[in-house]
């Protein structure tokens, strides 16, 4: 019916078409800032969530949290760390009580960066519990790093000192060394190096055991604009 | 006559005109994310969203929108649309849209999407190009469905993440990862040309009957 319009071969003018375009943007635009500002909420609460979630999992015992970062030499409780700046989550029990640090690590690992939380207690020097929270491993073999119940269950009781050490499955002999996963060899030894290296760089940072920051009530939602 | 047109209009896509199996269109998404059912239906249905949003704008302004700047204007209602599937999907379920990662704001790029905007639904009336944009979309959807529903159920022995076989059975995990993909896909493709093939034969056994019986 209107299939002459379509074929009209007069060409329109070059103001019509910037017109189109422009309307069409700035309708889009609209259309994009809307659905940015009413899923924010919602996916802010989701992350926020899913961190307490993966400290409470990696630090057993643990009720409460708040994020740490090294300000001047010592470690200070922020409500929002800047953009970028390293930071470790302080968990603590329902009394206020330090049980120990998670803290977040990343590195290569078979396909892709492995991002991943590990509890740390400086007490005993032990790393009490790893959580992968992103990882491209390959599915059905290096994915194991987080599937392997029995490999992700040797992260409950294992020493740092002097370094965590990935040994052939059935050979572990000592508490700072860790059984790898048959077929994913690569994938279990990114996941301790992953850990040593994040561990050299704080262990540093870290206030003797005992003089932790106290627990000041402040609820951490992770890094500012974080996105 | 009319409503025969529109029901044909609406189930072209899901078998005979079938983006997949038949037109090998948007193969990028049908081999990256199949690798579960799950996936699958995200991909899916976060397509389906996005074409028949945009074939039911694009329809709607197929007059105002001078032919010289179209294809700019199909993008930029096509991208709004995926923008919206990207948030919405990681508001709603944030571990899907983990696994589909960059495959989402990729939609923009399905040719099958601009290929129905500029082959249907700027030439159309809005309800036959919303109808035509359903059936597409529905048939992609089915598509990817049973690329993904195969290789769960070969590489992981599950479907929708629930066990099917007990624990002696070994995973195919070649299904799970890409060639797997391609495997499924070629043995699909095989199986809708031997289809057609027979189909042609049949029709054509059937001509040669009718012209020596006449």
Known sequence: ?227 | MKKNESYEDLIKGIWRDNPVFVQVLGMCPMLAVTNSAINAVAMGGATFFVLVGSSFLVSSFRNWIPKQVRISCFIIIIATFVTIADYTLLALVPKVHKELGAFIPLIVANCLILGRQEAFASRHPTRLAVLDAIGMAGGFMLALLSLGAVREILGDGALFGIKLFSENFDPWIIMILPPGGFLTLGVILLFFNWIKFKKDEFLEDVAEAERSGS
């Open chain 1, 1 to 227: 019916m209107t299939a002459g319009a379509n074929k009209d071969t007069t060409a329109p003018s070059s103001l019509r078409l910037v017109l189109t375009l422009a309307i069409a943007g700035l309708v889009s635009g609209i259309a994009i800032i809307g659905i940015y500002e009413s899923t924010l909420p919602t996916i802010t609460a989701n992350k926020a969530r899913e961190l307490r979630e993966a400290v409470f999992k990696v630090l057993p015992g643990v009720s409460q949290m708040q994020a740490l970062v090294h300000r001047e030499g010592a470690l200070v409780v922020v409500e929002k760390p800047a953009k970028d700046e390293p930071v470790v989550y302080g968990g603590y029990d329902e009394g206020g009580e330090f049980v120990g640090y998670a803290m977040p690590a990343a590195g290569p690992g078979f396909q892709d960066t492995i991002a991943l939380l590990y509890g740390y207690t400086p007490d005993k020097k032990l790393v009490v519990g790893m959580e992968v929270l992103e990882s491209r491993e390959t599915p059905g073999l290096g994915d194991k790093i987080y599937k392997d119940a029995s490999f992700v269950g040797g992260f409950s009781a294992l020493s740092v000192e002097p370094e965590i050490l990935a040994v052939k499955k059935g050979t572990k002999s000592a508490p700072n060394e860790i059984d790898a996963i048959t077929g994913a060899t690569i994938s279990s030894k990114a996941v301790v190096r992953i850990i040593n290296e994040a561990h050299s760089a704080w262990f540093e940072r870290l206030p003797a055991s005992g003089a932790e920051p106290e627990f000041v009530g402040v609820e951490s939602v992770g890094n500012e604009a974080d996105e």
